[in-house]
């Protein structure tokens, strides 16, 4: 019978096929060793660094770097992710070796890791998730503020207290004692950590490929070398000397209690940083069938074993870290063999490179963990939590760290987030107005029992017999609420007035149960042509295929009485300003392609030409209708718009009528019922004859004539001779071939008719002036997903744009700045953000 702590296998990697007859395959692939060096020549100084900030052992950095990443590589659910020492978790070590000593705090690293062990044994790694992201972030800030004003004192020469607050005192004091070599040295190493990775040019872009936190240190290093400056040195004892793990002695609460935080800290750093790798991951084209996604729980087990093995041995804590697993996802790594193989080069480095290490300025490596410090209060969150409105949850957990400590100061900010919930959940503002006889309660908020009483008093001033709307703009109801305005409705309407209801999205979620199963109404709902939900009941008594009557007023209505109020004001300055348009978008006619929406543009944002196809008829040939032309010129000469970009899209009904011609010789108004899976074609109930998903093409036949459908769709023509042409020059998608010919014609369709756009003279001039780009797009409408075309050659590559693009976590493989656990805090942030988003 399986352990229950027994991880279960999560990579779910294709099976290869055999190697060829007398041919051995290599253990590890070329591109899991190219990242492993990269991630090595990050974590070298970094491990250093981190060691030296929290006053242990320098070897300990280099134990946990090596544990880290062989014992959690190969254990942990997240195969992409580095884990060593972080600077998340540099304050929390130094307090326990101020309080118990080193061997004690390896004590309590080997306790920690089996406080992980037994957390990932209970499954409950995704509860770390639940933390709030203003907590994390405030966390990290107050632990970089720490860490940075810590470091300053050794890079100006003097030795750091073990508090914030006396640090502070004792800085000015310490500008007093500068020490000049100190300060040089520490200068030229954040110069370098600073400049190596802006290098312009060819020549830049490959110096940057190695590590700025390599070159800043060895570019001091060899400065303080040939100079002959005296400077605190890098030492290594023999490591037949090196410190094991002891038993800590102390208040067994107190004890506790760092076990807890040690815990808490590289668990919830470690929980998401595997998250934010996951969409690292995801953005990589071709990485998802290689790597799968993580297995939380069981990461939370491979973190615990390295934590009980690098404490045993005398190594920092250890947890997964933001910059290392950015290096080795960019660097290309396909497995876990790159992680574990950058632990193997750490302990090789460890036992033959200590006459290099031990040349290393003390003053360098001080300036390069300030920087990770700084780095780690990062703006871009600040933005974040003041956009949710978080401010105090923040400012508190970062002040609580500085002040008291990480455990203290997570606590405080954890009880300002739940004040701060509560506070929003019972914040609800009721009120009554009259408006030309119609009288209007609105009900701004989250609609619970703590606020019935004053729902009651505001609905019975509303007169009886009066016609009243109730307009609730929250997104939750529950039960209590409910009941009190079902009964104050029923009782209105039973003495003769009227109550209408309205959600100003679309709904208002109850606890009562959902009478309709499955029910996800949207604002568009009433436009659906087919049964949906309560709004779409009348729809289902219509004849089949149209909209009952009546509808469309509906609509107007519901604009006037919800949206109208909240755009009247930007519409009046847009009419008093003019339109001022940055964007021409020429797309479909398709009904099913909601420019605002897939854009997330609003009014004043997009010059919109819409037609069967997305066709630009190339100048001099369009026979008589020149309105994409004009539209055209208008756009470019007259509103000065910056870029232009044609949007095809997935089941078009006009790519259907091509292909149909070309299969019957010509015909260009031919059969367009076969559909992909984005929106097939079927037959109109009206008429009983076959439409395309556009409704372009009756399949009863060509009709007969020139008819204006046919005339039209010969400005196709050219997209399908590209097609015919040579197939290497045809666009695609990245990650997969085209699915059929349809897609592969609406793709190579959306590369022509830019090349006739480039053909109209005022494109022409904009272009050549540098004041106008032009960009392709298709939109599947199946899967709800955008791609955009990159580069030209070949014929270009449609390229899918991500939902949520990986947060900026720390520079690319050639930087050194350790953010510790900032940028896996932020994606897996942004994650539950969109699953705890009402909207």
Known sequence: MPSACAPPHTEHSPPSPSPAPGRRRLPVEGADVSAAVAVFLIALPLSLGIALATGAPLQAGLVAAAVGGIVAGRIGGCPLQVSGPAAGLTVVTADLIHQYGWRATCGITVLAGLAQLGLGCLRVARGALAVSPAVVHGMLAGI???????????????????????????????????????????????????????????????????????????????????????????????????????????????????VLTTTLVCSVQSLLGAVAVDKLVAARPGAQSRVGRSDLDRELLGQGAANILSGAFGGLPVAG???????????????????????????????????????????????????????????????????????????????????????????????????????????????????????????????????????????????????????????????????????WRNTHTARGGTAELSGRRGGIRTAEPATH????????????????????????????????????????????????????????????????????????????????????????????????????????????????????????????????????????????????????????DGDTTDGDTAGAGGTDASTGRGVGPDGVGPDGGAAAGDTPLRRWLRHGLPSLARMAGDRHTRPRLAGRAPADAVEELCLTNVVQQLDHLRAHPPVARALADGGLELHGMYFHVGEAQAYLLTGTEGGGVFEGVMDDPPAEVAPGPAAGFDHGAEGNVEGAAEQEKEVRSPA
Request: aromatic share 4%; with cysteine; glycine share 10%.
């Open 517 to 668: 199963a499955g029910c996800r109404c949207g604002p568009w709902t009433p436009w659906r042509n087919h049964q949906s939900c309560v709004a779409g009941a009348e729809s289902a008594r219509a004849p089949e295929g149209r909209a009952p009557r009546g509808e469309l007023a509906r609509g107007i209505s519901s604009f006037q009485r919800n949206t109208a109020p909240l755009v009247r004001k930007e519409l009046a300055r847009l009419a008093r300003e003019g339109q001022q348009p940055s964007q021409l978008f020429l797309t479909c006619a398709d009904s099913r392609l909601v420019t605002s929406m897939i854009t997330a543009s609003g009014p004043g944002d997009l010059f919109v030409v819409r037609n069967v196809g997305n066709l630009v008829p190339p100048p001099g040939e369009e026979h008589g209708d020149d309105s994409v032309a004009a539209a055209i010129e208008y756009a470019v000469d007259v509103l000065g718009v910056r870029s232009i970009t044609v949007c095809g899209h997935s089941g078009c009904g006009a790519v259907h009528a091509l292909l149909a011609a070309e299969t019957r010789g010509g015909d260009t």
């Open 144 to 258: 970089g503020i720490t860490i940075a004003v810590a470091q300053l004192h050794i890079v100006l020469g003097g030795s750091p207290d073990s508090s914030v607050l006396a640090n502070l005192r004792a800085l000015p004091a310490q500008l007093v004692r500068v020490q000049p070599a100190a300060v040089f040295v520490s200068v030229l190493t954040l110069a370098l950590l600073l400049a190596w990775p802006r290098l312009p040019g060819r020549v830049g872009r490959g110096l940057r490929k190695v590590p700025a936190a390599l070159v800043a240190v060895a570019g001091a290093t060899v400065t303080a070398a040939l100079t002959g400056l005296s400077l605190p040195r890098v030492g290594l004892p023999s490591w037949s000397s090196h410190a094991l793990a002891g038993l800590p002695d102390g208040p067994v609460l107190g004890v506790v209690a760092a």
């Open 321 to 487: 870290v933001a910059v290392r697993s950015t290096a080795n996802v960019n660097a290309g790594a396909v497995s876990r063999n790159s992680t574990m193989l950058h632990g193997v080069l750490v302990v090789a480095a460890a036992l033959l490179m200590v006459p290099l290490l031990e040349a290393i300025p003390l003053a360098s490596l001080a300036a390069l963990v300030m920087a990770v410090g700084i780095q780690m209060v990062s703006l871009h969150h600040i933005r974040t939590v003041t956009r949710h409105r978080e401010v105090p949850v923040y400012v508190v957990t970062t002040l609580g760290v500085v002040s008291f400590g990480v455990l203290e100061g997570v606590l405080l900010g954890v009880a300002v987030a739940v004040a701060v919930a509560l506070h929003r959940l019972t914040r609800t503002r009721i009120t009554h107005e009259e408006t030309k006889g119609v009288h209007h309660v609105r009900v701004r908020g989250q609609l619970t029992f703590l606020a019935v009483p004053r729902l009651s008093r505001t609905l019975h001033l509303v007169p009886q017999g009066a016609h009243a709307v109730v307009e609730l703009s929250g997104s939750f109801m529950d039960h209590a609420a409910y009941e009190s305005l079902q009964d």
